[in-house]
């Protein structure tokens, strides 16, 4: 017998970014939890194969094109998901763009900009709306509500020639902080999910420079890149019953590398 807190049945997740890597990996653990899925990507053939993928595990999942760096698409996007699921109980900020690996004395304002766009800018929209959404639920007799980011080791570690992802990411870390303080009234919850070295289409080109994987694996104690799979038991937690009491955390999820 599951443990019951676990049984995401009647939930509504909203994945950005999820028809891929770590998001689509999240979305299937969650549907196998019992939980609806809204999937957002950009990428119209991706979306339909994350779709074909998950959608016959049990629960209804959608599949929607948006553009996180638009806040009238999100704004568009968000409407949608609530007309096909009802509600969103938790949302899953989770699309991003890597960096180029552009000296920073080097680095273009556009270059500075497109990162901002859709890792820093791309989640201020996206939450926007889910917590207007979750507040306005909350204040009509339904609390419940759960933001996360994803945001990478490079917010709390260097990252030579990657300042503006960086900059991106650790600006999520404070962010999601602060939203659960404000939100927690509602029963809100906010965290911030920081992957290590995971195997997914935004490093499968760095992962397969030798002279990278040669030096950077010794430093994996558990002698293996992460898999999107891995954040499937965390996405679970985070939008059980089970986390209610728990908000604020940043969940370093990088097979030891930085306690190495």
Known sequence: MSFA?????????????????????MAQGLVEAGAEVSIWGTNEDKNASALAQVSGIGPKVTAMKCNVADEKDVAR??????????????????????????????????????????????????????????????????????????????????????????????????MVKALAVEYARYGVTAHTLLPGWI???MTERTFAWQKFADNVMPRIPMRRWGQPE????????????????????TFLIDGGYFSF
């Open 77 to 174: 996007c968000f409407q949608a998901t609530l007309d096909a699921h009802g509600r969103v109980d938790g949302c899953f900020a989770n699309a991003g763009l890597g960096s180029r690996g552009t000296r920073f004395d080097e680095m273009t304002e556009e270059e500075w900009r497109r990162i901002l766009a859709v890792n820093l800018d791309g989640v201020f929209y996206v939450f926007k709306q889910a917590a207007r959404h979750m507040r306005e639920r909350a204040e009509a007799g339904d609390p419940f509500g759960r933001l996360i980011a994803t945001a990478s080791l490079a917010a709390i570690s260097g990252q030579a020639r990657g300042e503006h992802y960086a900059a991106a990411k650790g600006g999520l870390v404070s």
């Open 5 to 25: 807190p676990f049984d995401l049945s009647g939930k509504v997740a909203l994945i950005t970014g999820g028809n891929g890597g770590i998001g689509l990996g």
């Open 230 to 249: 891995d954040f499937a038991g965390i996405a679970i937690y985070i939008m059980s019953d089970a986390s209610r009491y728990h908000t604020a955390e």
């Open 199 to 201: 195997a997914t289409g």
